[in-house]
Nanobody, 122 residues
Framework: VQLQASGGGLVQAGGSLRLSCAAS????????MAWFRQAPGKEREFVAATSRSGISTYYADSVKGRFTISRDNAKNTVYLQMNSLKPEDTAVYYC????????????????WGQGTQVTVSS
């Protein structure tokens, strides 16, 4: 499956952005989907994940209550709505797809998008 992330940009602290990740190739609904992020000089970290149906979601503590992950299997797209953004949210955001159950582990995801830059100014 090929993944294409979009929607990043520059926003002031307290603002919002919505990231999208469009998938092509094999059946999108057969994959758990997730968002990770990587700030300069730091390791890639888990942000959020959603189950194949979209019913179950899982968030990193740092974004819980501010970010919402969702998916539209009819459109082969997963979204990340980011509200109340903070400067520490600045990173390249990656979408990922995996065949297993919902997880926060990078190793569980086989397919990765190219990343989209999110910059939050103070």
């Amino acid at each position: 499956v090929q993944l294409q992330a979009s929607g990043g940009g520059l926003v002031q602290a307290g603002g919002s952005l919505r990231l999208s990740c469009a998938a092509s190739g094999r059946a999108f609904s057969g994959y758990t989907m997730a968002w990770f992020r990587q700030a300069p000089g730091k390791e890639r970290e888990f942000v959020a994940a959603t189950s194949r149906s979209g019913i179950s979601t899982y968030y990193a503590d740092s974004v819980k209550g501010r970010f919402t992950i969702s998916r539209d299997n009819a459109k082969n797209t997963v979204y990340l709505q980011m509200n109340s953004l903070k400067p520490e949210d600045t990173a390249v955001y990656y979408c990922a797809a995996g065949p297993g159950d919902i997880s926060n582990l990078l190793s569980k995801y086989e397919y990765w998008g190219q990343g989209t830059q999110v910059t939050v100014s103070s």
